[in-house]
């Protein structure tokens, strides 16, 4: 194998998970086959379909098959006749928190070409991007169930938040916002009713702020900032945020994007000491898959997540350009873009132009 060769696990899971997995692989190796580097796909058939099978939805060494490849594509897992939270824990939450992939980056974006549901706001008014805190908070998994089944149960779900943890998402947000144009950072927090997580969280953030003076950071409660992605998205560039708050603002953000289906997402370990993974951030969709009418934008985009993370960031743009020109050009349009065309118009439209 030439060295110019990146090896790549690839999990495309289920429902549309595996209509959209080929078209993202494809795009990734026709955008960088110009420069002589290829890929090697080594595909995994874990989800839904291997727990109904198999009881476990990876392999019980699954961690450590994954551990020495040079990146993870995910393509969505979730099927209807096996709980979320199983489906969740038992592999996307575990190969996070394993891989320490503490970056959930999350670019949202209104492309030029899609119409999105906000009355009168263009591209110029919505180009943000989340950082979202990836390994600890909310989704810890921490808590207890007390006397179940009863009507004296009780849930109790804790949110674990360590200086550490949140230093280093805030940290990654200042630098990201500190090399784009407007410099603006936006912090989720909620510290006048969670008096304990978010006030450390706060106190981080202002405690980070003084070594980017160049960075411009608010923060705001998070229901606010839900409020002000709709009302004034111009105003925002980076958000940074805990896993819950990053986890519903960044379908918000999907959503003022002009669909679910066009929103990439990848989780990163910056410091490379383990695969990142990059998925597109939408689920299964069960209600359309099988169809041939999933978008494969957010895949795709994520696939070009991905060659950046591997070091190629022109093919990584070309990817970004070639979506670009297609919305742009207007005439394919998958069902949640209000047009007709399949998965396979769609990809061969952006691949057509790689
Ligand atoms: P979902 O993202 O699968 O679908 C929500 C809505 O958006 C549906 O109406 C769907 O048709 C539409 N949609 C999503 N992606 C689309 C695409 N590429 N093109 C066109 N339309 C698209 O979220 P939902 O319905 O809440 O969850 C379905 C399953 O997916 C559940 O089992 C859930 O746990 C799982 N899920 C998995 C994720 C992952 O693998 N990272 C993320 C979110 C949900
Ligand atoms: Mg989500």
Redesign the pocket.
Known sequence: MSPTTHRIAVIA?????RE?TPPALAAAAAAVRPQGIGFEFVEFPWGCDHYLKTGRMMDADGLDQLRHFDAIY???????A?P?HV??WEL?LPIRQRFDQYVNLRPMRLLPGVTGPLAGRGPADIDMICVRENSEGEYAGAGRIDHPGTPDERAEQTGVFTRRGIERIVRYAFELAARRPRRLLASATKSNALQYSMVLWDEVVAGLQPEYPAVTVQKYHVDALAARMVTNPGSLDVIVGSNLFGDILTDLGAAISG????AP?ANINPERRFPSMF??????????AGKG???????IWAAALMLDHLGHGEASQRIVRAIEGVLAGGRVR???LGGTAKTADMTGAILGRL
Do not use: K, M
């Open positions: 899971g289920d429902g549309i998970g959209v995910l393509g969505a897992i979730g099927a209807p096996v979320d489906s969740i996307i669909s679910l289906g066009l997402g998925e597109p951030i939408h689920g299964s969709a069960p209600d359309i009418i999933a978008n494969p934008i957010g895949a998958t069902p949640d």
